[in-house]
């Protein structure tokens, strides 16, 4: 029986391949990518004309600071950028332990820090220069963390010992007197929502996994407090909105 030798299939690869698959292979795909065209068009453009036009950014030019750390003490905030400068090195050194891993979070970390530089220098912010810095510190604890030994159980025990670190920085000590203590009332912006934020998920978890535990627990005490727990806290949110 003669074998009849069969060419592999021709593959189309690329933007334009998977825009002609995905969005016009059939009749009703093209009507509903041209709807969906026609609709985001209708949406942006007059958000682009008030952006361009309309909107008075100076607000936010004058009151940037204020978003970022509210009333936090201007004379303090060399405090804060050093927490983001830590940050930008753990950051960098996951990625070069991790490499694939934490390539995802270090990329946007780097856009993110990028983008800050560029809106600084167009508005000419005095912060361009600290961005630098922090994109300078990913890039170099990244190329540490290629080479360092026992790389993860370093980055993991750094990850843990900077949330307490954020604390003691942000908060100061009457004990440290190159931070003085700075009242949680002073804090605000975006450094507010940032903590709030980390304090939430890391303390979620473990405290989620305990009463998904408990709840499943043989002793009645154990079991119907984290049942009680658990109603309670969904309930609120509902309480909250109807009353």
Do not use: H
Not at 59 to 80: C, D, K
Not at 88 to 95: N, P, V
Request: hydrophobic share 60%.
């Amino acid at each position: 029986m003669a074998v009849v030798a069969v060419k592999p299939p021709v593959l189309s690869i690329g933007p334009l391949a998977w825009i002609r698959k995905n969005l016009f292979s059939t009749w009703y795909n093209v009507g509903l990518t041209l709807l969906a065209i026609w609709l985001l068009y209708a949406l942006l453009k007059p958000a682009i004309q008030w952006g361009a036009t309309e909107a008075r950014w100076g607000v936010i030019e004058a009151n940037l600071t204020l978003f970022m750390v509210g009333q936090y003490p201007r004379s303090q905030i060399g405090r804060v950028w050093l927490t983001v400068f830590v940050l930008a090195g753990l950051i960098g050194l996951s990625w070069g332990v991790w490499k694939n891993a934490a390539r995802g979070f270090a990329l946007i970390a780097l856009s993110a820090g990028a983008a800050f530089t560029l809106i600084a220098l167009l508005y000419r912010w005095d912060v361009w220069t600290q961005w630098l810095i922090a994109e300078a510190i990913l890039l170099i604890f990244y190329f540490i963390g290629l080479y360092l030994p026992r790389g993860a159980l370093m980055a993991g025990l750094a990850w843990f010992l900077y949330f307490p670190f954020i604390f003691l920085v942000i908060a100061g000590s009457k004990y440290i007197a190159a931070l003085p203590p700075v009242p949680s009332n002073l804090w605000g912006g975006l450094l507010l929502t940032l903590l709030l934020t980390v304090v939430g998920n890391f303390g979620a978890l473990p405290l989620g996994i305990l009463l998904a535990l408990g709840r499943r627990s043989r002793l009645p005490v154990i079991r119907y407090f984290s049942i009680g727990y658990i109603e309670l806290v969904r309930g609120v949110p509902l309480i909250t909105i109807l009353y």
